[in-house]
């Protein structure tokens, strides 16, 4: 399986260098990379001053091939109903989106040796591998240790391994 890797806008070498590595740890997959690509206009919410998630991920899913797809952008994000997200996917589709503007947030609460940029990074990670799970059929998990497990604020996500459980790695397999 190959999920390439679609940078929205500027993104870091090592966020892409580090997407590629947690996907290719937890699910096996090869990952190859997309030129950046710049987001629509009509995509930006001016009054909430976010992009809509859901059109990023339509807008994604278009340039995917028979592969999956990972868009990353640095930009904020909402979905309907919800003030904001760090990603996207539907269960089963081909496109996921990850955002990794909130991500970076509060990490100065950190009681780890970790520096802000590795849990930043681990945050990211954690993400990605959650989003395409999703692309694989993965459901949320009742397990909060559980990379698949639902996490609306940086504290869950900082809580969640970046590995499925074993229970989520069986309906894989």
Known sequence: MLVEILPIGDLEPS??????????????VQVSFLEKKHVPK??????????????????????????????ITEDDMYYTGRNYVFGLA?????????STYRLRKETGRNFSKKTDNEVFIGRVRKEVVHE?????????????????????????????EEYLCGGCRRKID
């Open 15 to 28: 966020i892409k260098r580090e997407a590629s590595s947690a996907l290719r740890n937890v699910y096996g």
């Open 42 to 71: 009509n995509i930006y919410d001016g009054s909430r001053e976010q992009y809509r998630a859901e059109r990023l991920l339509e807008f994604s899913s278009r340039l995917c091939r028979e592969n999956k797809i990972l868009a």
């Open 90 to 98: 539907y269960l089963g589709g081909n496109a996921s989106i990850v």
């Open 132 to 160: 395409i799970g999703h692309t694989f059929g993965l459901e949320h998990c009742d397990n909060n240790k559980c990379v698949m497990s639902f996490s609306p604020t940086v504290q869950d996500v900082d809580r969640k």
